[in-house]
Nanobody
Framework: QVQLVESGGGLVQPGGSLVLSCTTS????????TGWYRQAPGKQRELVAV???????NYADSVKGRFTISRDNAKNTVYLQMNNLEPEDTAVYYC?????????WGQGTQVTVSS
């Protein structure tokens, strides 16, 4: 069983920043596509950002220019730098790692943007 451990969520004021981290020791990270998803109350889970094993990066339109996904394959860790946070970014954020038929999820970390 692959375990993804997330950290970095919390409460932040609008305009603030947070960095989410997701790490595992159970797989060879570099060959997997890694991503961050989020789910707000009453809404479907949505893609926030994805980084493939070939270094292709994509973002949801709503976070372009504010969020940055990065990965450190040597540390088996993927990060999500979130700047200029808005109340609409409030959600549970999930780390995802996948390759072929392998699809793993973190437990989720709450991000709340409120004054």
């Amino acid at each position: 069983q692959v375990q993804l451990v997330e950290s970095g969520g919390g409460l932040v004021q609008p305009g603030g920043s947070l960095v989410l981290s997701c790490t595992t020791s159970d797989i060879i990270f570099s060959i997997y596509t890694t991503g961050w998803y989020r789910q707000a109350p009453g809404k479907q889970r949505e893609l926030v950002a994805v980084s493939t094993d070939e270094s292709t990066i994509n973002y949801a339109d709503s976070v372009k220019g504010r969020f940055t996904i990065s990965r450190d394959n040597a540390k088996n860790t993927v990060y999500l730098q979130m700047n200029n946070l808005e109340p609409e970014d409030t959600a549970v954020y999930y780390c995802n790692v996948r390759r072929l038929w392998f699809d793993y999820w973190g437990q989720g970390t709450q991000v709340t943007v409120s004054s």
